[in-house]
Every structure is written in C-alpha cells, then in structure tokens.
C-alpha cells in the first residue's frame, strides 16, 4: 500500500482556508485518497474520498492533480472545532483495512 | 440511528492479566474492524471480520483474538497484557468489506485501556 506524508502539525486562526498537502508518490493506478479526522478522545471520521481531480462536499475539498502523486484537502473558513487530526489515507476501495499514518495536527486559534 | 458502541469506556488492567473489549457495529452493517492507537500515533489495524469470519489480520500478536457474532456485534480479546498494550481500542463498521464505499469506516469512540 502507497505510504503517505503529511505535515506534523499546522496552525491557522479562525475563518482562513487551511489546505494540508498529503504526499503519495507510490500510489498505483487502483487507489484511491481518503481524508479522515479524528478529534481527542473519539474515533477517526471519514470527510472526503476521491480519485482524481476535485471533489467536494459539505465538510471539504479534496484536490488531485493529475500526477496523483500528492492531494491537497481544502477546509474553508476554518472554526476552533475543527482543531483536531487529518489523516491522509492511499488504498484501494476493496482493501479490507485502513493504513493510517501519523497525521497533521491542525490547531486553529481565535 | 445509533452509531458505534464500545464497552467498556476505560478499562485499567495488570500486567499478565486478560482483557475483553465489546462493539456493536451500526445497525445493517456486516463488517467490523478492530484497531490500536497508541497515544500520538494513528490507528493501527489489528482484525476485520466480515459475516463472522476474519477477513484480515494485522501485524499483532496471537495473544490478541477476536470474534464475530451471529448480530455482528464483536469482540476483541487481549492475554497477558503488557504494558505496552496501553492504547485507545476503536472498533469501525462498514455496510461490505470490499465494496464502494469500504474506505469508509465509522468508528466508535475507543476503549481506553490501561495496563499498570
């Protein structure tokens, strides 16, 4: 499975866009990147998938450039909730097991 | 709905001793993983059971076993605790174990267990 790497830690201020950069240089054609949060004391939660290009929702952005080597997801307007982990994940969609890395830390301030 | 549910919430336990760790997945959903997080570190894969079979291992010792019910719900049972099995245990459930949608898991929020 591709082995990702994410900033250890990134701080932001209440209502910026924050963009953390995961890089994937081994990801192989049947991989997808999946973006997870997990905040102190709970249990990682899924924000955003996709394979290539944009892709958005309510929570996010996820962006791919056509290389795939590295995806950027996007949190607009940042709020002192969403101070928690990012995890950046490279697998196929039958795969049987998330592979987690350590994550980026996002401390936003007011 | 209810989402995930983990019993107990913390659990502290003694060097040598044997520990049992309970989920129950998202009503309709078939698939349960089991994972470690070390504190500052990310969720390390340990089980998945699908349809009460295990479909994948991790690289963990055979002192940690678990299994799967008839309802799904799971459980994951650790021998002769070691100290460094101090983590956060989370259980995840999925609806498949290899469909669209299987990199998205809903967790539960974690046994923290202690060993002393």
């Known amino acids: 499975l591709a082995k990702t790497t994410q900033p250890i830690s990134m701080d932001s201020y209440e209502g910026q866009e924050v963009n953390i950069t995961c890089s994937h240089n081994n990801i192989a054609t049947n991989d997808y990147i999946t973006w997870y949060q997990q905040f102190p004391s709970q249990g990682p939660r899924f924000i955003i998938q996709?394979?290539?290009t944009k892709v958005t929702n309510e929570v996010a952005s996820l962006f791919i450039p056509a290389d795939r080597k590295s995806s950027t997801l996007s949190l607009p307007r940042v709020s002192l909730s969403d101070t928690a982990v990012y995890y950046c994940l490279v697998g196929p969609l039958g795969s049987y097991k998330l592979i987690f890395g350590s994550g980026t830390r996002l401390l936003v301030r007011p | 709905d209810a989402g995930v549910t983990q019993s107990p919430t913390h659990l502290i336990k003694t060097r040598g001793q044997h520990v049992t760790l309970r989920c129950s997945p998202i009503s309709g959903h078939k698939s349960v993983s089991w994972y470690q997080q070390v504190l500052g570190q990310g969720p390390q894969f340990i089980f998945q059971?699908?349809?009460?079979?295990?479909?994948g291992r991790g690289n963990f010792p055979d002192r940690f076993s678990a299994r799967q019910f008839p309802n799904y719900s799971s459980e994951l049972n650790v021998n002769a605790l070691l100290l460094g099995d101090s983590a956060l245990y989370l259980c995840?459930?999925?609806?498949?174990?290899?469909?669209?949608?299987?990199?998205?898991?809903?967790f539960g929020p974690g046994t923290r267990l202690t060993v002393t």
């Open positions: 996709g394979y290539k």
């Open positions: 059971y699908y349809e009460k079979e295990e479909r």
């Open positions: 995840a459930s999925s609806f498949l174990a290899g469909a669209d949608r299987a990199y998205e898991q809903y």
